[in-house]
């Protein structure tokens, strides 16, 4: 006789009710107990949720950290470094008195034991040419304790750096004060170009003080070895002595040649 196969029965699946509780909380009451199969891998996702969400807080805490809240900072309209003395001091660390003008006080940049009197050169430039007009210009002027503001120089989109001599104003004694300050402003270049040629003008003065030094120098000497009026006789190292002296006067008396000028 033909035995057949003992017949296997079917199991169907078991419907396991859908958990509504947080991995936190465990499934809901009347679910069957996990294997450790299923333990373990909800142990897994339960870690690697954590891990993303950490990772999503610090993205987020990075992304707001390069959000500007509020308005944007003013941009920097020129900068400025004292010639050895200073690294870049950007427009925004001077005091803006309007729109067009700003003021820096000296006493912040030597501190209480420094001299204004050894910051001798300031560079002054323009680090964007969209910043200014093409008929407009910034101008320096410098002013030490009740003197009137100087000018000293510009610069503009053609001549965006330029390094200016500061000569301070000094007081009737010679000193130059220490409540000393340095402005720049926005000014039309056509009313600066009158300013550059009266500061040209005294630079001819100058160097015409300095001439006029040398030659009573040299005359010093035709006293002794007069030959005509028409010549002079001079020592060979005659400007060699000459500048050694003028350095001299100069170092310890800058304003010396201004002075005389004034007695004659």
Known sequence: PTHSPPRV?????????????????????????PSRGTVAC?????????????????DATHSMALVHHGAPPDPM?????????????????????DATHWTLDMRQCVGEGG??????????????????????????YVQAGNSA?????????????????LQWPTANDGTIPKN????VGVEPVAELAAKESAKLGS????????AMDLFRYMESFQAATAVSADHMVVPMNVLDRWFTKFQDKFRRDPDFLTRAAEKD
């Open 77 to 97: 309209v020129f900068g400025a470094v004292f010639v050895r003395k200073s690294f870049v001091i950007p427009s925004t660390a001077f005091v803006r008195t």
């Open 203 to 210: 630079k001819e003065t100058f160097a015409r003080r300095v």
């Open 42 to 58: 909800l142990v897994a996702r339960a870690r690697d949720y954590d891990t993303c969400r950490r990772r999503s807080r610090a």
């Open 9 to 33: 029965k079917s199991r169907g699946r078991r419907s396991v009710p859908r958990t509504t509780g947080s991995i936190a909380h465990g499934p809901p009451s009347g679910a069957p107990p």
């Open 115 to 140: 001299s204004v009197a050894d910051v001798r050169d300031v560079c002054l430039f323009i680090p964007d040419g969209s910043l200014l007009d093409a008929s407009q210009a910034l101008a320096l």
């Open 180 to 183: 000393a300050a340095i402005g």
């Open 149 to 165: 503001w100087e000018y000293r120089g510009c610069v503009s989109n053609g001549a965006p750096s330029e390094v200016f001599p």
